[in-house]
């Protein structure tokens, strides 16, 4: 199980981090890339949150099954086999969970709060009014690249571990 466990973890992480950093990116520097409408690319950075909600349900669940090997090994209860290290010297695995705790907290908000007002302003294929929606375009790229960094950072974080 350990295997499929990282394989899952490898691709789901991809997926999903390459993901926001593609489109952190794209948002980021749309002014500058012809032909490009923060309209077009709002809307499809929402249709690709399908894939993101999966690969990260994905991430999490690859890191439930591998968790207690990389982080515990040869604990024997349930507890002892998920407990979060708590020295970041010897174990980054808590510092990852930290940031991923603090990435999921973050992704929510930016679905309801920052993205929201995109879609009310995108009512059935039409936007009522541009400069409003050039506005929220910005506060998602902001928020975006803040997320991309978070998740990012926690695999970055991942790879230093046991």
Known sequence: MSALGHLLLALAGTVHGGGLVGFALLLAGR????????????RVYRAWGGVAGISLGLYWLALALTWPDAHNP????L????????DPARDPGGVQLGL?????????ALEIWTLEPCRLL???GVVSDHAAFASTTSKVARHLAMNA??????????????
């Open 31 to 42: 002014r500058r890339i012809p032909f490009v409408d923060d309209v077009a690319l709002v």
């Open 74 to 77: 040869g604990a024997t209860t």
């Open 79 to 86: 507890l002892t086999r998920f407990a979060v290290p708590l």
């Open 100 to 108: 991923l705790l603090v990435y999921w907290i973050n992704y929510v």
């Open 122 to 124: 995108d009512k059935d």
């Open 149 to 162: 960094a978070l998740y990012n950072g926690a695999l970055l974080v991942g790879l230093l571990g046991p």
